[in-house]
């Protein structure tokens, strides 16, 4: 067990920049948390009591100190349908089973596989969660008419003012650093904001105008649904999709933060932490959770950077339901929504937008994808699978361009093929196109010194090319293959012959 005074030591944090910061993320978690949790029809408070304890066990066991998770509108978007057509007991096993496939994945060390996912779609992921959050706080502009349940844009003054609360929370977040950083900026906007409605008694939408907050702590509850296999049928397709949705989210917000912070996260220790968390909250009667860039990004820029800012965070939103509901109820939602307008313009990757015109076309099409997908469908590992299928398939292209081979008959008259770059699925065509048997001499020699054998189709396009020379009396020689590639070869057993197989450098493999 890692005592208090050793954790402060290792991580180097400053408790009173911690505690700060875990109040002013915890302030900024209540009404996105309370948002998501209406969107996916269940109670405010279940989702509260999700975000307390996805928060405090991912900020305790997590690998990114400084990160923070809850219940997160990615996931909110999954589980509507199952909600409304099988109720919250389903959604609470689909919970579990979610966390379950999670801490499989990181066993496996499958979080690993984020670093194959290109920058464009890093750009597109952070651009596209920007434009969520956004989109999220012009709700907040909006009234609901009491008689008819309808929902319509703020007009005349109560609009005014919103959007002058809103600026000026929004001032006191970029010109406070200037005068002082002894307090975080946006704890400080929301107290000044709040102070002058409440004090002033001015008239605007509150935290209580969404909904009560008021109530207890998470228990302990089995989901009540029957333990058949026809429950598994319903809930492990929702339970596998929330549980790469969260892990994509996680760990993309992993890798920003190490960007940020210019530190290293651990991919798979996070997998594991997200996954406990989410067991835990399905256990408890809660929803699924992942990492929050909205929230990650206010709990940094109030320099909360170990894990004690999330573990205040996730304690702060159990005290406001329990003991603080009245006080955090009056809190001017406008507040709150400058604190997340600003978190939008330093989470949006402006510089993408500035290098446009020095990225490739490709690059610019699969940054744009994601965006777009992200914002619209909210679908993160959806937009996150187009973005790298689509980049690895133009990587393939490109590549399958660049193999071309060198061709010369020595003294000896024997002809000689110098190949140059990959021999994979993509570049088979092409490399068949290089040889012609029928007009070739009697021996022939593929070098392979500047390329290397990538793949069965590689393979299998070889062993055709030495067929075609065997059924003309005709012998190919083949050179200077890699370890790596004889390797391959050997694995392919009797599915691959060859002629011979000649290596100067690494003495004869085959002789055949």
């Known amino acids: 067990m890692i005592s208090l005074p050793a954790y402060l030591a290792s991580y180097?944090?400053?408790?009173?920049?911690?505690?700060?910061?875990?109040?002013?993320?915890?302030?900024?978690?209540?009404?996105?948390?309370?948002?998501?949790?209406?969107?996916?029809?269940?109670?405010?408070?279940?989702?509260?009591?999700?975000?307390?304890?996805?928060?405090?066990?991912?900020?305790?066991?997590?690998?990114?100190?400084?990160m923070i998770s809850g219940a997160a509108g990615s996931v909110a978007v999954v589980i509507v349908s199952l909600v409304v057509q099988h109720g919250p007991e389903y959604l609470f096993a689909a919970v579990v089973l979610m966390g379950l496939i999670q801490i499989?994945?990181?066993?496996?060390?499958?979080?690993?596989?984020?670093?194959?996912?290109?920058?464009?779609?890093v750009f597109g992921f952070v651009n596209g969660l920007a434009l969520i959050i956004f989109m999220a706080q012009l709700e907040q502009f909006k009234v609901r008419d009491a008689a008819t349940g309808t929902a319509h844009w703020l007009t005349g003054m109560p609009l005014l003012l919103m959007l002058s609360l809103v600026a000026l929370t929004m001032a006191v977040v970029y010109l406070l650093p200037r005068l002082t950083k002894a307090v975080p900026a946006s704890l400080a906007a929301i107290v000044v904001t709040s102070a002058l409605v409440i004090l002033g008694g001015l008239d605007t939408k509150a935290v209580g105008d969404i909904a009560s907050i008021k109530g207890g702590l998470p228990q302990l509850h089995l989901p009540q649904v029957p333990f058949t296999w026809a429950t598994l049928a319903v809930v492990a397709p929702y339970a596998l999709i929330m549980a790469l949705v969260g892990l994509t989210e996680s760990l993309l917000t992993?890798?920003?933060?190490?960007?940020?912070?210019?530190?290293?996260?651990?991919?798979?220790?996070?997998?594991?932490?997200?996954?406990?968390?989410?067991?835990?909250?399905g256990l408890t009667g809660g929803m699924g959770g992942c990492a929050m860039i909205g929230q990650t990004m206010v709990n940094l820029e109030s320099r909360g950077r170990g894990r004690l800012s999330g573990v205040v965070a996730a304690v702060a939103l159990a005290l406001f339901?329990?003991?603080?509901?009245?006080?955090?109820?009056?809190?001017?939602?406008?507040?709150?929504?400058?604190?997340?307008?600003?978190?939008?313009?330093?989470?949006?990757?402006?510089?993408?937008?500035?290098?446009l015109r020095r990225m490739p076309r490709t690059d610019v099409a699969v940054m744009l994808l994601v965006t777009v997908v992200t914002a619209v469908s909210q679908n993160l590992?959806?937009?996150?699978?187009?973005?790298?299928?689509?980049?690895?398939?133009?990587?393939?292209?490109?590549?399958?361009?660049r193999i071309r081979a060198r061709k010369y008959v020595d003294a000896a008259g024997v002809k000689h093929y110098e190949l140059y770059g990959p021999l994979f699925f993509a570049s088979v065509q092409a490399f068949t196109e290089k040889f012609d048997p029928a007009t070739d001499p009697q021996q022939v020699v593929l070098d392979f010194r500047d390329s290397r054998v990538a793949d069965m189709s590689g393979l299998d396009a070889l062993h055709k090319l030495t067929e075609r020379y065997q059924r003309l009396g005709k012998t190919l020689h083949l050179r200077h293959l890699s370890p790596d590639c004889r390797q391959l070869l050997q694995n392919a057993g009797a599915l691959v012959e060859v002629n011979i197989l000649e290596d100067p450098e690494y003495r004869v493999a085959t002789d055949a």
């Open 12 to 66: 180097k944090v400053n408790v009173k920049n911690e505690i700060l910061a875990g109040l002013t993320t915890a302030l900024a978690l209540v009404p996105e948390v309370v948002a998501f949790a209406l969107l996916a029809h269940i109670s405010p408070l279940v989702g509260i009591g999700s975000a307390f304890v996805i928060c405090l066990l991912t900020s305790v066991f997590g690998g990114r100190p400084g």
């Open 104 to 121: 499989a994945i990181g066993l496996l060390r499958f979080g690993k596989f984020i670093r194959l996912v290109p920058q464009p779609v």
């Open 254 to 281: 992993l890798t920003v933060v190490d960007e940020m912070t210019d530190t290293r996260g651990r991919g798979n220790q996070d997998c594991v932490a997200q996954g406990l968390a989410n067991v835990a909250s």
């Open 321 to 355: 339901v329990v003991v603080g509901s009245g006080l955090i109820e009056r809190l001017p939602l406008a507040a709150l929504v400058g604190v997340m307008f600003t978190v939008v313009i330093s989470t949006f990757e402006w510089a993408s937008l500035r290098i």
């Open 381 to 401: 590992a959806l937009a996150v699978l187009l973005g790298v299928v689509i980049s690895a398939l133009a990587f393939a292209w490109e590549n399958a361009k």
